[in-house]
């Protein structure tokens, strides 16, 4: 295995600086959550879910189902807990349900 010199990164790391340099953190998360929301909440609240917004840590899900978003609202922490936990990182820091 070679020896890493001083001047080198990983792949991950430098798609990392890439995205804090030009201020697209937030937009690659949002996308990011996006396409795992089916998978990490089900297809029903997927289907019911039409807006998914991440901005400063603030993850905004639109329902349109009032019965779906009352339930929605006792699960917060359980769908911050999901998405930081399918994204790896602490990123969604609150979740508002609308």
């Known amino acids: ?3 890493k010199k001083d001047n080198e990164v990983s792949l991950k790391d430098a798609i990392k600086g890439f995205l804090q340099t030009f201020h697209l953190e937030g937009k690659f998360h949002e996308q990011q959550i ?3 929301w089916g998978d990490v909440m089900g297809r029903t609240i ?8 991440l901005r400063e840590g603030a993850l905004t ?3 349109n189902s009032a019965p779906l978003k009352q339930d929605l609202l ?3 922490e ?3 807990k ?3 936990d399918e994204l790896g ?4 820091r609150e979740v508002v349900i609308r």
């Open 89 to 92: 990182e602490y990123v969604v």
């Open 1 to 3: 295995m070679e020896k």
């Open 74 to 76: 006792f699960q917060k």
């Open 46 to 53: 997927s289907h019911y879910t039409t807006s998914i917004r």
């Open 61 to 63: 899900i639109t329902l």
């Open 82 to 84: 999901r998405q930081n």
């Open 34 to 36: 996006k396409d795992i």
């Open 78 to 80: 359980t769908i911050q």
